[in-house]
């Protein structure tokens, strides 16, 4: 068995296309779908990160209100920028790039945008309309998790999905969407306290990894056939780069492609949904407010 690979740059491509198509007819009806993103200081891969949304922006035609700020900036400062945003009808989402300088507290940073333009999805008004299955922001990288297996044609309903990592960026809210009913798989977490985890990946139909590691999931660890999410990016050394360094996720993807039925490549699986799924949710905040007049 050789799985098949989840083209995520693909996909991505597919609902940034989607997203392209319903902006044009917001324009028509004189909104403009507009995000703010905000940069603090010059943290590389942060610059990276910010460099990607703004291409996103330009291709699906929304406005880009991009802001790059000092090191020094203030906690105070920030605040103030945030509550402008807030106040600013033409500006439909806000996105605070983290991690923040040390001195600024990212809990109050999160807390300050308005649940009507947490794009993110991060605020605890979002997290609580996620949990209890309300409209609202759905973050994007566990949402972009949902749509891959969607959109590969994956069968979800009554599937046992193992997720490693409890992060409240991806393990928690992927675990909550996967169990919602639109979804339907019966969901277990794992993390750096479970015990016997090979016991329990093996049981999984889905096995979504977030965990932060290289070789978390390896091959004698999952069942035949199964479907693997890689969530992780990290940097190994690789004097054969150019770069010194080369990309791998959190699974062997090399020993788990020739068992699982699906799965996800580092780079090109979950990573590119998730600007992908900024797009969709700038798109939302724009039409609910589209609604709302």
């Given at each position: ?8 740059k693909q996909?991505?491509?597919?609902v ?14 004189g ?11 010059d ?12 291409k ?15 090191e020094?900036?203030?906690e105070?400062?920030l ?5 402008e945003?807030n106040k600013?009808?033409?500006?439909h989402?806000?996105?605070v ?5 040390k001195?600024?507290d990212?809990d109050k ?5 308005s ?9 605890p008004?979002?997290?609580?309309n996620?949990?209890i ?12 998790i ?12 009554g ?13 928690k809210?992927v675990?909550?969407?996967l169990?919602?009913?639109d979804?339907?798989c ?6 750096t ?18 965990s ?17 999410i890689?969530?992780?990016?990290n940097r ?20 788990l492609?020739?068992k ?5 490549p580092?780079?090109?699986?979950v ?23």
């Amino acid at each position: 068995m050789s799985a098949k690979i989840i083209d995520g740059k693909q996909t991505a491509a597919d609902v940034r296309a989607d997203v392209a198509a319903k902006v044009a007819e917001l324009k028509k009806k004189g909104i403009e779908p507009c995000l703010a993103v905000i940069l603090v200081g010059d943290n590389p891969a942060s610059v990276s990160y910010v460099t990607g949304k703004q291409k996103a922006l330009a291709e699906v035609g929304m406005k880009d209100r991009s802001m790059h700020l000092a090191e020094s900036t203030s906690e105070a400062e920030l605040l103030s920028l945030i509550d402008e945003l807030n106040k600013d009808d033409s500006v439909h989402g806000i996105l605070v790039q983290l991690p923040l300088p040390k001195h600024i507290d990212e809990d109050k940073v999160i807390m300050a945008i308005s649940p009507e333009k947490d794009v993110d999805g991060f605020h605890p008004v979002s997290v609580g309309n996620m949990m209890i299955g309300r409209p609202g922001f759905l973050p994007c990288t566990p949402h972009g998790i949902i749509v891959l297996l969607q959109r590969a044609g994956i069968e979800t309903a009554g599937k046992h999905a193992v997720v490693i990592g409890r992060s409240n960026i991806v393990g928690k809210p992927v675990s909550i969407l996967l169990a919602r009913k639109d979804v339907n798989c019966t969901v277990t977490m794992c993390h750096t306290g479970t015990k016997n985890m090979a016991e329990i990946t093996r049981q999984a139909d889905i096995v979504v990894v977030a965990s932060g590691r290289p070789h978390t999931l390896t091959a004698d660890m999952v069942k035949d056939g199964a479907v693997v999410i890689d969530v992780g990016v990290n940097r190994i050394p690789d004097s054969s780069k150019k770069s010194g360094f080369r990309l791998v996720g959190d699974c062997d993807f090399n020993d788990l492609v020739e068992k699982t039925s699906f799965i996800t490549p580092v780079p090109g699986g979950v990573g590119p949904m998730t600007i992908a799924m900024l797009m969709q949710n700038t798109l939302e905040a724009a039409q609910r407010r589209l609604g709302g007049n």
